[in-house]
Structures are given as structure tokens and as C-alpha cells.
């Protein structure tokens, strides 16, 4: 017996699941929502949550970002919720050596090639105007004035509680066991607890996303890539913006992370893995020498063996959608709007052929070594 019915089932409760929900009711598409877990339990709850532009290269990224981060205007009004968004004066990243200084200056001029963003080097004068605690010693900063960061959690529900009031519906704990295709196109979302028909199916299931792509037989070609992050004492005041690899947040503590690891899906924390980060972070503000460590944790990220995000449909099974990959509080509006242009026209109104998971059959895309290995390491 079916539990529900639905125009579209969206697979994946974390912020492109939600977001889409969001999206899809706000235009009148009824929409179901299922999670093996609860809301914002998986990869969306083990996050920095930052709205970076400036950190998604090639300009193909960086632009699909730009376009995403200019839609957070205003959205703390919509979802009625305070969002903890914070926009501008945001340090991409801390350059410690003069040495460093040629890369980085040509870094920020390639990303001005895509039109509206504003990102310069800053001068260490500049970087400790911004962060009187940052080390002088340092030899300069990048920033995006366009990059910003948030609360992952009030995001993620804010976008989940909008959805229902607009008449989505919400499922935790709904293990999803297959996708029914007849005639080439999606029917129906098997779940352990019941059916739900539908017309459309959206894989936002993060690093789960590969396993859902094979109920219809496609290939998502997903790793999860463990990152680990220490949080400190609560340090009120310290530093105000996330600088690099470390961010503050409104109760005090500071965040400071993230490793990134091919290791499969071992959760395991490793001190001796965030060695590194934790001696640069007191390289860049002295003060945290004296802090205490009061948590150790690590979250898996979705990342496709390209490192670009996989976004849209494929030929392979009509209705078929797929929204998953790294990067997804950045990408969070952008997505919502995509996918629902998708369910509505057939077409977006940003070109993304090149976010395609048909890009990975039809050899459209540059493939990493290191991720290249973490696959071969999963099969093996």
C-alpha cells in the first residue's frame, strides 16, 4: 500500500534536500521528502557551513557559486528564521610566506573574470585590521567580499519547516530499498516503511548518492571524503569571520579544520591527521597556544571523483534528478531554484550540461589522482 503520493520525492533531508523541498512548494509542486536519518543528520550537520565563492574553481564553479550566494539576500525573511548569515569581509584564506604571494595574486585575477565578483590580496596591515588577533608575521590574506558563512542547522531547517508550511511533507527515518522505472521514467520510491508514487525523484542523498543512482541503474560516482575539525573553548571575541581553516561561531568556540581524507567511511577522529592545522591556526593567531580542546569530530563529504558537483537530469531514466557533490551550503539556493526549473520547464535558466552526471559517460571531465585512488581503495 502506498504511504503517500507525490508530484516529486526528494531523497535526502540535509540542505540541497530541504532546499529543493523548499523550492519546489514555494511553486506549488507537491513534494515528499525522505531521510534514512533526520533532518540535517548527515553530512549538512558536520560542516563550516560557508557560502564560499572564492574556494570553487574552475570559473565554471566559481560562477554556479556566485550565482547561488546572490540569492541568500533576504532569505532569513522568507524562512522566517535567523539564519546567522553573515556576508562580506570573510578571509578566504591566511597567507603566511612572501613566497606565496605570485600564486595568490593570480588566483584572485582568474576569478575576476567571472562578472560581479570583488576579491583582492590584502596586505598583512589589512588582514589585522579586520582581525586585530591575527599574527603580524603573517604575509598577506585573499579575500571574497562576496563570500559569507551561517548557521548549517538553522539553514537546513529553516528551509525544512518553510517547506512544510507550503505543504511539503517530511519523512525521517524512511530507508529508501528502490525506485520502481516503467516505460523509462521513474514511478514510484520504495521505502521500508511503504511506497510513495510519484513523477519525479530527486537524489539528494549526499554520500548515499551512489548507492540511489544504482536502483536505476546509474552510475553516480560519489566518494566520501572525511574531514575532521577540532572545536575549541568557548574564545568570545577572539576572532570575529572565519579566516581559512578556522571559524568562530555567535556562543565563542572556534572551529578549527578541516582535513580532508579519501578513508571510505571510517569516522574514526586522528589527532596526529589535524596535527598540522592546529599548529598553523596558533601560526596565525597566537593566542589560541592557551585554548582548550573540548571536541574532536569528523563529517563526511559527498565528493564527485571530479570535484565538481553533479546537478541535474540524465538521460539515462526520465525524471530522474540528481543534486549531490561537495560544496552544499554554498550551492544550497542556487540548487533549490535549478531543480525546480527542471520539474517545472525542462530547463534552467543557468546552463549546467557540465554538471551533468552524463558527463562521466560521455568522458567530459578531468579526474583527479588522488580521488582516482580513493575509488580504487572503496572497490577493492
Not at 534536500?17 to 533526520?38: E, P, W
Not at 612572501?98 to 588582514?127: F, S
Not at 591556526?281 to 597566537?286: L, N
Not at 544550497?332 to 530547463?347: A, D, N, R
Request: proline share 6%; glycine share 10%.
Amino acid at each position: 500500500m502506498p504511504i503517500a503520493t507525490a508530484d516529486v520525492v526528494v531523497i535526502g533531508a540535509g540542505v540541497r534536500g530541504t532546499s529543493i523541498a523548499y523550492h519546489l512548494a514555494k511553486a506549488g509542486i507537491h513534494v515528499v521528502v525522505v531521510d534514512k536519518g533526520f533532518i540535517c543528520s548527515g553530512t549538512s550537520g558536520a560542516t563550516f557551513a560557508l557560502t564560499s565563492v572564492l574556494g570553487n574553481m574552475p570559473l565554471e564553479y566559481t560562477a554556479l557559486s556566485f550565482a547561488s550566494v546572490e540569492l541568500y539576500a533576504g532569505l532569513a525573511e522568507e524562512l522566517q528564521c535567523d539564519l546567522e548569515y553573515e556576508q562580506g569581509n570573510q578571509v578566504f584564506e591566511i597567507i603566511e610566506h612572501e613566497h606565496e604571494l605570485p600564486a595568490a595574486r593570480k588566483y584572485v585575477q582568474r576569478l575576476l573574470a567571472v562578472p560581479g565578483i570583488r576579491a583582492q590580496v590584502l596586505t598583512p596591515e589589512e588582514v589585522r585590521e579586520l582581525e586585530p588577533n591575527v599574527s603580524p608575521e603573517i604575509a598577506g590574506g585573499v579575500i571574497c567580499h562576496q563570500d559569507g558563512h551561517l548557521d548549517p542547522f538553522r539553514l537546513t531547517f529553516g528551509y525544512a519547516d518553510a517547506a512544510t508550511r507550503l505543504g511539503a511533507t517530511i519523512l525521517p527515518y524512511h530507508t529508501v530499498t528502490g525506485i520502481t522505472v516503467a516505460a523509462g521514467r521513474v514511478r514510484e520510491v520504495v521505502t521500508d516503511q511503504g511506497t510513495i508514487g510519484c513523477d519525479w525523484v530527486v537524489n539528494a542523498a549526499g554520500i548515499g548518492a551512489a548507492e540511489i543512482g544504482r536502483m536505476v541503474g546509474v552510475e553516480v560516482p560519489i566518494v566520501p571524503c572525511r574531514g575532521q575539525v577540532v572545536t575549541t573553548e568557548p574564545l568570545p571575541g577572539l576572532i570575529n569571520q572565519p579566516l581559512g581553516s578556522l571559524k568562530p561561531n555567535r556562543a565563542g568556540p572556534i572551529l578549527i579544520g578541516a582535513v580532508y581524507e579519501f578513508a571510505g567511511l571510517d569516522p574514526t577522529t586522528r589527532l596526529e591527521t589535524i596535527a598540522d592545522k592546529i599548529a598553523r591556526a596558533i601560526r596565525i593567531v597566537p593566542a589560541l597556544s592557551t585554548a582548550k580542546m573540548i571536541r574532536c569530530w569528523s563529517g563526511f563529504r559527498p565528493w564527485a571523483i571530479d570535484g565538481l558537483p553533479i546537478l541535474g537530469a540524465t538521460d539515462a531514466v526520465t525524471g530522474f534528478l540528481i543534486a549531490t557533490g561537495h560544496s552544499g551550503f554554498s550551492l544550497g539556493q542556487i540548487t533549490g531554484k535549478l531543480i525546480t526549473e527542471l520539474v517545472i520547464t525542462g530547463g534552467t535558466s543557468i546552463p549546467i550540461d557540465n554538471f551533468s552526471v552524463d558527463r562521466f559517460l560521455e568522458g567530459r571531465y578531468a579526474f583527479p589522482l588522488e580521488a582516482f585512488r580513493a575509488l580504487q581503495m572503496a572497490e577493492a
